[in-house]
Protein backbone atom coordinates (compact mmCIF):
# COMPACT_ATOMS: atom_id res chain seq x y z
CA UNK A 1 0.00 0.00 0.00
CA UNK A 2 2.83 2.09 -0.21
CA UNK A 3 2.45 3.25 -3.80
CA UNK A 4 -1.08 4.58 -2.53
CA UNK A 5 0.96 7.38 -0.14
CA UNK A 6 2.86 8.52 -3.13
CA UNK A 7 -0.15 8.40 -5.71
CA UNK A 8 -1.13 11.73 -6.43
CA UNK A 9 -4.45 11.74 -7.01
CA UNK A 10 -5.06 9.06 -3.80
CA UNK A 11 -6.18 11.27 -1.29
CA UNK A 12 -6.89 14.56 -2.82
CA UNK A 13 -7.62 17.44 -0.69
CA UNK A 14 -10.87 19.01 -0.34
CA UNK A 15 -8.85 22.54 -1.65
CA UNK A 16 -8.22 20.28 -4.96
CA UNK A 17 -11.24 19.27 -5.32
CA UNK A 18 -12.90 21.17 -7.97
CA UNK A 19 -16.49 18.70 -8.01
CA UNK A 20 -17.48 15.18 -7.44
CA UNK A 21 -20.00 12.15 -6.96
CA UNK A 22 -19.37 9.05 -5.06
CA UNK A 23 -17.19 7.47 -6.76
CA UNK A 24 -15.05 10.16 -8.72
CA UNK A 25 -13.61 13.66 -8.28
CA UNK A 26 -12.47 16.24 -10.80
CA UNK A 27 -9.72 19.13 -10.09
CA UNK A 28 -7.34 21.19 -12.08
CA UNK A 29 -4.54 19.42 -14.11
CA UNK A 30 -1.43 20.86 -12.87
CA UNK A 31 -0.27 21.11 -16.45
CA UNK A 32 -2.71 22.71 -18.12
CA UNK A 33 -3.20 22.30 -22.29
CA UNK A 34 -5.43 24.97 -21.88
CA UNK A 35 -7.97 27.60 -19.51
CA UNK A 36 -9.85 24.96 -17.38
CA UNK A 37 -8.37 21.55 -18.31
CA UNK A 38 -9.83 19.23 -15.61
CA UNK A 39 -8.87 15.51 -14.96
CA UNK A 40 -12.00 13.22 -13.71
CA UNK A 41 -10.19 10.76 -11.30
CA UNK A 42 -11.53 7.87 -9.28
CA UNK A 43 -11.20 7.69 -5.73
CA UNK A 44 -10.53 4.17 -6.01
CA UNK A 45 -6.75 3.98 -7.24
CA UNK A 46 -6.53 1.45 -10.68
CA UNK A 47 -4.41 2.13 -13.86
CA UNK A 48 -6.48 1.28 -16.23
CA UNK A 49 -10.02 2.05 -18.02
CA UNK A 50 -10.66 -1.08 -18.73
CA UNK A 51 -10.43 -1.98 -14.98
CA UNK A 52 -13.30 0.13 -14.10
CA UNK A 53 -16.97 -0.83 -12.95
CA UNK A 54 -20.29 0.03 -14.66
CA UNK A 55 -20.72 1.98 -11.63
CA UNK A 56 -17.64 3.81 -11.93
CA UNK A 57 -17.91 4.60 -15.55
CA UNK A 58 -21.67 5.98 -15.25
CA UNK A 59 -19.95 8.20 -12.46
CA UNK A 60 -17.40 9.26 -14.87
CA UNK A 61 -19.73 9.87 -17.38
CA UNK A 62 -21.91 11.77 -14.97
CA UNK A 63 -19.04 14.11 -13.33
CA UNK A 64 -18.21 14.82 -17.21
CA UNK A 65 -21.26 16.88 -18.24
CA UNK A 66 -21.22 18.22 -14.76
CA UNK A 67 -17.77 19.40 -15.40
CA UNK A 68 -18.63 20.53 -19.08
CA UNK A 69 -21.63 22.57 -17.49
CA UNK A 70 -19.30 24.03 -14.88
CA UNK A 71 -16.57 25.05 -17.17
CA UNK A 72 -18.67 26.68 -19.70
CA UNK A 73 -20.44 29.11 -17.19
CA UNK A 74 -16.43 29.51 -16.50
CA UNK A 75 -14.30 29.97 -18.70
CA UNK A 76 -16.73 30.08 -22.12
CA UNK A 77 -14.87 27.58 -24.34
CA UNK A 78 -15.72 26.75 -27.96
CA UNK A 79 -14.90 23.28 -27.92
CA UNK A 80 -14.07 19.93 -25.66
CA UNK A 81 -11.85 17.17 -26.06
CA UNK A 82 -11.89 14.20 -23.39
CA UNK A 83 -8.97 11.89 -23.49
CA UNK A 84 -7.65 9.22 -21.91
CA UNK A 85 -4.06 7.67 -21.48
CA UNK A 86 -4.34 3.81 -21.01
CA UNK A 87 -0.16 2.52 -20.45
CA UNK A 88 2.86 4.02 -21.05
CA UNK A 89 2.74 3.38 -24.78
CA UNK A 90 0.05 5.79 -24.90
CA UNK A 91 1.54 8.58 -22.95
CA UNK A 92 0.13 7.68 -19.69
CA UNK A 93 2.65 9.08 -17.02
CA UNK A 94 1.09 9.04 -13.19
CA UNK A 95 -0.43 4.83 -13.21
CA UNK A 96 -3.65 6.10 -11.56
CA UNK A 97 -7.05 6.50 -13.95
CA UNK A 98 -7.50 10.17 -15.12
CA UNK A 99 -9.58 11.38 -17.94
CA UNK A 100 -8.79 14.43 -19.39
CA UNK A 101 -11.60 17.28 -19.66
CA UNK A 102 -9.42 20.28 -22.28
CA UNK A 103 -11.29 23.12 -23.28
CA UNK A 104 -10.71 24.21 -26.65
CA UNK A 105 -10.73 27.70 -27.88
CA UNK A 106 -11.21 29.40 -31.15
CA UNK A 107 -7.32 30.03 -32.36
CA UNK A 108 -5.63 28.41 -29.65
CA UNK A 109 -3.80 26.23 -32.31
CA UNK A 110 -3.42 26.90 -36.22
CA UNK A 111 -5.86 23.75 -37.38
CA UNK A 112 -7.23 22.00 -34.92
CA UNK A 113 -8.54 19.65 -37.77
CA UNK A 114 -7.79 16.12 -36.53
CA UNK A 115 -8.60 16.77 -32.80
CA UNK A 116 -7.59 13.64 -30.72
CA UNK A 117 -5.71 12.07 -33.92
CA UNK A 118 -3.17 14.74 -33.11
CA UNK A 119 -1.43 12.41 -30.38
CA UNK A 120 0.63 11.47 -33.10
CA UNK A 121 1.16 15.28 -35.05
CA UNK A 122 2.52 13.40 -38.37
CA UNK A 123 -1.67 11.75 -38.24
CA UNK A 124 -3.11 14.36 -37.26
CA UNK A 125 -3.91 15.91 -40.88
CA UNK A 126 -5.75 13.38 -43.40
Known sequence: MEYLKKCPFCNPSE???????????????KYPVNKGHLLIIPFRH???????T?????A?????????DFLDKKFHPDGYNIGINIGKSAGQTIM???IHLIPRYKGDME???GGVRGVIPEKQKY
Open 15 to 29: EEIVLKNDLCYARYD
Open 46 to 52: FENYFDA
Open 54 to 58: REEKV
Open 60 to 68: FIELIDKAK
Open 96 to 98: HLH
Open 111 to 113: NPE
